[in-house]
Structures are given as structure tokens and as C-alpha cells.
């Protein structure tokens, strides 16, 4: 698991904080240094202020000034002086006179006023004569930032909870679209649609909700393979089962029709029966032990054998039920192997032989041989039959297959003997592959671990 989408989750939650932040910052110095100036009509009115302060000074009628600054200050409930400031400077470096921007006794309606503080700032509008300055408390309507706080509170609380929530919708969409995607495809393949695929509707996405996506296409591929095949199979057994018990009708027909005949003729078809069912039972019984091997693909390496015991006892079955053809061995005296099943392997390599020897002429020879390599045992078994065409040395091993001119050649084979034979070597860890031969007739191969 290489936790994509883990680093991705944290590159996306991680930007998104530090940018809320940024953006929290941003916005609210911004909206602070706008909301902390006086506005227009502030300023003009406390302009007009001081020229009619000025207007009364210059003339020199300091009742009518004073009364002035009495009805000012009545008016707006402040407190408001004319006052003079002539600073002298005692001691201090003066070399550098040009930082000098003059000593203030208020603020200027250019400055920007606090925010934080209940008390209104002192305001200084100078006369023109440089040194006389009317100062003024601020009036409290004319105090900028009234909506200070509630806009404070909305970059606090709502920009942080609008940033969130587009980084969810981020999140959400970015890890809900597959699960969509596998949502909608399990609906489809339970509804029957088995060629649903989930993996390239995510394009060139890789991380771990990718990788279910592709846990989900193998399930997919391996249930919908199993379900054709299991219908392929009933198909396959309907078929074959019409053949006997075809010739079972026929046989009781004529049993029944000529009931007079004599105990032989009635023997003769009576064993016809039983050997047709004989046949039937044969096919139900080989097409349970192919399912049970496909659906359940069970482990079978329990036991301990020697592949040299096993092969010469098949060998010699091989003989007595084929007279008429010939078997080579070429074996060592030995061949232990560990973790293996006698019966699975017994029966693989049983199918495998028969096989050979089914399609091998009279008087023609099968030849079975041992290899000892490192790790394993190499099973060569080889026939003088007709071969199989190249497109079709891996179709053997389906169930039911048969090639027209081995149909024709033994009535008897239903086509799943190779098909038992590679699912219970692929059972043992074993495997089987078919090639032909130069010289003509088919090359079996099975591969089986020593196990140690």
C-alpha cells in the first residue's frame, strides 16, 4: 500500500489551511486599514471646523472664539481648545533635521484612527500660521469602523467556515467519485451486466481507492469468467447427457417392443443399459469433481508420495487395458515429493496417460518419462497419435472440448478428462501444457514441485 491518498488528503487539507490563513490575513488587514480612515464628510466638516476657528482667531476676538469653542463643544459633547505649540528642543542630536516630520498634539484627518479603544482620539487641525492648532475630541459619530466588529466577526467565522466548506466539496468530490463509480458498477453487476469495469472510468488516477477499483475489476472478471463458464457447462452436460440416455430410450424401447425375444437378446440390451448408465454416472461425477475444483479451488498438498511408485502402477493399468499398444518408461528409482495429494496427481496423470493411449494407433508406442530437475519433477508423456492443431493446444484443456476426429475416433471420451487433469494439478501447485511433436503426435508436459 503506498498511501497515495493519504499524502494526497494531506497536500489538499494542508493547502487549504495555510491559504485560509493567508486569506483570513489578507482580508482582514485590508478591510481594517479601509474602515480605520475617516470618511469625506468627517473630514470636510471637521475642516470647516477649524477655518471658522481660524476665521475667529485671525480677527483677533477672543470672546467670540471662546464662545465658539463653548457652543462646539455643547453641540457635539466633546471637548475642543485652541491651543498653541511652541517646542523648543533642549538636548538630543539634530544632525539628522530632515526625518523631522514636527511634534503633533492630536492625530491628522489623514491618519488612520484605532479600532480597539472606547476612547475617541484627540483631533488636530492646524492654523496656517503653523503654531496655533484647534484640537478636538473626536465626536463619536464621526468614528469610523461602527461595523468593525461584525465585520471582524464574519472574516473570523464565516470566511474560515466558506473556506472549509469548498475545501470539503474538494474532499467530498475528490473521494466520492470513485466510490460513486464503484457503487453504480456493483448495481449494474448484480443486475446481470458482468462486463461492468470500474478502473478506467478513474482515468490516470493511482491510489488507493484506484487500486479497489482494480481489486473490484479482478473480482468482476473472475465471477463473470466463472458464471460463463458454469453456463457454458450446463449447456455442455445437457448435451452430452442426451447422447446415452438417447441410447438408454432405444435400448428400453426395444427391450419392451420385443419382450419375446430370448434371455440372451434381453441380456445383451440389459447390459447396454447399465453400460449407458454406467456413462451417465461417469458424467455427473466428473462434472461435480470440474466444479468443486473451479469454484472452490481447494489446496490438496497434504500428503507424501513417490512419483515413480505412482507412475509405474499407472503404467501398468495403462497396459492391461490397452493390449494392443505399446508403453516406454523411462523412470529413475526414485522421486519423493512433499506436500502433495496421491489421489489428485493419481487421477491428473491417469487422464493424461489414457488420453495418449486413446488416440495412439495399434501397435504404436507411448512413451512416459521422469526428469529431476533442482526444485521439481518434469512428467513427459508423448504419443504417436494425429496431434492437435496449434490453435487449439490450449482449448483442450476446456471443458467438453473435443476435436471433431477424436469425436469420431472414440464415442466414449465426453471431453473432460484434460480439463479434471489441470485442475487438480493446479490444485498440488502442478502444471500441465501441451505441445506437438516433430516427428507427429502430442507432448504433455506436467510440472511438479518436489515440495521441500
Known amino acids: 500500500m503506498t498511501r497515495r491518498l493519504f499524502w494526497k488528503l494531506c497536500l489538499i487539507i494542508g493547502t487549504g489551511v495555510v491559504a485560509m490563513f493567508y486569506l483570513i490575513n489578507v482580508a482582514v488587514n485590508h478591510f481594517e486599514n479601509d474602515m480605520s480612515m475617516l470618511s469625506d464628510s468627517s473630514r470636510t466638516e471637521l475642516t470647516d471646523w477649524q477655518t471658522k476657528a481660524e476665521i475667529i482667531f485671525d480677527q483677533g476676538d477672543m470672546s467670540e472664539?471662546?464662545?465658539w469653542v463653548d457652543n462646539l463643544q455643547q453641540q457635539e459633547n466633546i471637548w475642543a481648545v485652541i491651543a498653541k505649540a511652541n517646542v523648543v528642543e533642549l538636548a538630543g542630536n539634530r544632525s539628522h533635521r530632515y526625518e523631522y516630520t514636527g511634534y503633533n498634539l492630536g492625530r491628522?484627518?489623514?491618519w488612520k484612527i484605532h479600532l480597539y479603544f472606547d476612547r475617541a482620539p484627540a483631533m488636530q487641525l492646524p492654523f496656517k500660521d503653523g503654531t496655533t492648532s484647534l484640537v478636538v475630541q473626536l465626536p463619536q459619530r464621526m468614528r469610523p469602523g461602527s461595523l468593525w466588529n461584525l465585520t471582524r466577526l464574519?472574516?473570523?467565522?464565516?470566511?474560515?467556515?466558506?473556506i472549509l466548506v469548498c475545501l470539503s466539496i474538494v474532499l467530498y468530490r475528490h473521494i466520492m467519485h470513485p466510490i460513486k463509480e464503484l457503487d453504480l458498477a456493483s448495481r449494474a453487476f448484480s443486475?446481470?451486466?458482468?462486463?461492468?469495469?470500474?478502473?478506467?472510468?478513474?482515468?490516470?488516477?493511482?491510489?488507493?481507492?484506484?487500486?479497489?477499483?482494480?481489486?473490484?475489476?479482478?473480482?468482476?472478471?473472475?465471477?463473470?469468467?466463472?458464471?460463463?463458464?458454469?453456463?457454458v457447462l450446463l449447456t455442455d452436460l445437457s448435451h452430452e447427457l442426451r447422447t446415452p440416455l438417447t441410447r438408454l430410450d432405444i435400448a428400453t424401447d426395444n427391450l419392451l417392443s420385443h419382450r419375446e425375444e430370448g434371455v440372451e437378446d434381453t441380456q445383451i440390451k440389459l447390459e447396454r443399459i447399465h453400460k449407458e448408465s454406467q456413462h451417465i454416472r461417469k458424467l455427473v461425477d466428473d462434472t461435480l469433481t470440474l466444479s468443486w475444483l473451479d469454484n472452490e479451488s481447494p489446496q490438496l498438498r497434504i500428503e507424501s508420495l513417490d512419483l515413480v511408485d505412482l507412475l509405474e502402477i499407472l503404467i501398468e493399468d495403462g497396459r492391461f487395458e490397452y493390449p494392443d499398444k505399446l508403453i516406454s518408461a523411462d523412470l529413475p528409482n526414485q522421486a519423493h515429493i512433499e506436500n502433495s495429494n496421491h489421489r489428485a496427481l493419481g487421477q491428473a496423470l491417469e487422464n493424461i496417460l489414457r488420453n495418449a493411449l486413446r488416440y495412439t494407433p495399434i501397435n504404436k508406442q507411448v512413451r512416459v518419462s521422469l526428469i529431476d530437475?533442482?526444485?521439481?519433477?518434469?512428467?513427459?508423456?508423448?504419443?504417436?497419435?494425429?496431434?492437435?492443431?496449434?490453435?487449439?493446444?490450449?482449448?483442450?484443456?476446456r471443458p467438453f472440448f473435443r476435436i471433431d476426429s477424436a469425436r469420431s475416433c472414440n464415442s466414449d471420451s465426453f471431453g473432460l478428462g484434460l480439463a479434471l487433469?489441470?485442475?487438480?494439478?493446479?490444485?498440488?501447485?502442478?502444471?500441465?501444457?501441451?505441445?506437438?511433436s516433430i516427428a507427429g503426435g502430442l507432448i504433455m508436459t506436467v510440472t511438479v514441485p518436489k515440495g521441500v
Request: glycine letters at 4%; a negative charge; charged letters at 25%.
Open 373 to 397: 530437475h533442482d526444485h521439481e519433477y518434469q512428467i513427459i508423456i508423448s504419443d504417436q497419435g494425429p496431434g492437435v492443431p496449434k490453435e487449439h493446444l490450449n482449448t483442450i484443456f
Open 108 to 110: 491628522s484627518i489623514d
Open 65 to 67: 472664539l471662546e464662545r
Open 154 to 162: 464574519s472574516l473570523q467565522v464565516l470566511l474560515p467556515m466558506s
Open 421 to 436: 487433469a489441470q485442475r487438480q494439478l493446479n490444485a498440488i501447485a502442478a502444471t500441465v501444457f501441451a505441445t506437438n
Open 191 to 231: 443486475k446481470g451486466d458482468f462486463s461492468v469495469r470500474v478502473r478506467e472510468q478513474l482515468g490516470s488516477r493511482n491510489d488507493e481507492l484506484s487500486q479497489l477499483a482494480e481489486t473490484f475489476d479482478l473480482m468482476a472478471e473472475r465471477i463473470s469468467e466463472q458464471i460463463m463458464h458454469q453456463r
